[in-house]
């Protein structure tokens, strides 16, 4: 498929479909807890994007447009047609460039501890910089530099099997599957002026100590997108889903209610 091969999980209920979105530098395994809470309900796929988890590498930037074009090959192949479109962070990027190439195949539109805005030019160097020390060096220092940004320090002091998964996650990245993806985060366009025509109604989730890409990143989102919701995860950082799975299910689950679309 497109020269690569995505690896995924496709969770085989009977509504209809939902496929989940990693961040970076993450893989499908971050939303087990979210596949197992759907799955009855829903047909839920869960890929690893270009450059994560089992999904083939790629050397050269690793556009969220070309993630798009990949998750659209990918259903695709699986027969499906439309689909509730699911990401957090980098895998909003992508769901967000999805839209807007194949707006007509996305039913509803879950955007999670992300945002629409591009890199400035600090953020930008700092991707670059960040792709060579992980192509030097190896993925330890990121996994280093990035702990204390991804989860809540209460997360940190007392979940250790979700800083180990965390962890685990990122050191199971290779150097050259991230050193693309950042590069590919880099070029990614501004995506506000797409949200007052979407045609989906939204979920808009952010966790209230989410520092990488705060409440107020999300609130804007959701005050363009004309049918959107808006529900703050109390205590969580940046990973939101693996923080507060419970509240991240129920806020998914009901929105998925809410649209009516279980036949597909
Ligand atoms: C992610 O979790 O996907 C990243 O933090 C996104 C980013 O670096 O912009």
Known sequence: MRGIETAYDDYEGRGAPVVL??????NRSMWREQAASLAPRH????????GHGETTVTDEPATMEEMADDLAALLDELGIERAVVAGLSMGGYVALAFCRKYPERVSGLVLADTRATPDNEDGKRTREETARRALEEGMGPIADAMMPKLLAPATLERSP??????REMILGTEPRGAASALRGMALRRDQTDLLPRLQAPALVLVGS???????????AMHNLIPDSRLVVLDGAAHVSNLERA???????????????????
Request: hydrophobic residues 40%.
């Open 21 to 26: 979105l990693h961040g970076f530098p993450f």
């Open 43 to 50: 047909r839920v796929v869960t890929p690893d994007l270009r």
């Open 161 to 166: 099997r979700t800083v180990a998964r965390v």
């Open 209 to 219: 100590e989410d520092s990488l890409t705060p409440p107020s990143d999300a609130e």
């Open 246 to 264: 419970e509240e991240f299910n129920l806020a998914v689950r009901e929105f998925l209610d809410g649209l009516g679309v279980l036949e597909y």
